[in-house]
């Protein structure tokens, strides 16, 4: 079992930037594929970001440039920086692990999820 705590939301104004993290804890954090989906009430959750054990990284086309996943084995956690952040981005942001090393863009490929952090940006 993995547990999953995200922190780092929060109300920010267009433009400006956040770092979200995501603590891992209970099995291997290096054996573990991660990523990053957000939703908003009445949509699905969708894929913003992931990143394999071997740091392969990848990006919806809708933050591509803006926002940078990565991940620090000795600390358990990977992180999400936000810039240039806009209105539409406003959403719950999750982490979502699998139990092998690559990450998966589809939200029902991943084995454990966080509560959650919200993002709020104002225009």
């Known amino acids: 079992q993995v547990q999953l705590v995200e922190s780092g939301g929060g109300l920010v104004q267009a433009g400006g930037s956040l770092r979200l993290s995501c603590a891992a804890s209970?099995?291997?954090?290096?054996?573990?594929?991660m990523g990053w989906f957000r939703q908003v009430p009445g949509k699905q959750r969708e894929f913003v970001a992931g990143?394999?054990?071997?740091?392969?990284?990848d990006y919806s086309d809708s933050v591509k440039g803006r926002f940078t996943i990565s991940r620090d084995t000795a600390k358990n956690t990977v992180y999400l920086q936000l810039t240039s952040l806009q209105p539409g981005d406003t959403a719950v942001y999750y982490c979502a692990a699998r139990n092998t090393g690559a990450f998966a863009y589809n939200a029902l490929a991943y084995d454990y999820w966080g509560q959650g952090t919200q993002v709020t940006v104002s225009s």
């Open positions: 209970g099995r291997p954090f290096s054996g573990l594929g």
């Open positions: 990143i394999s054990n071997g740091d392969f990284t």
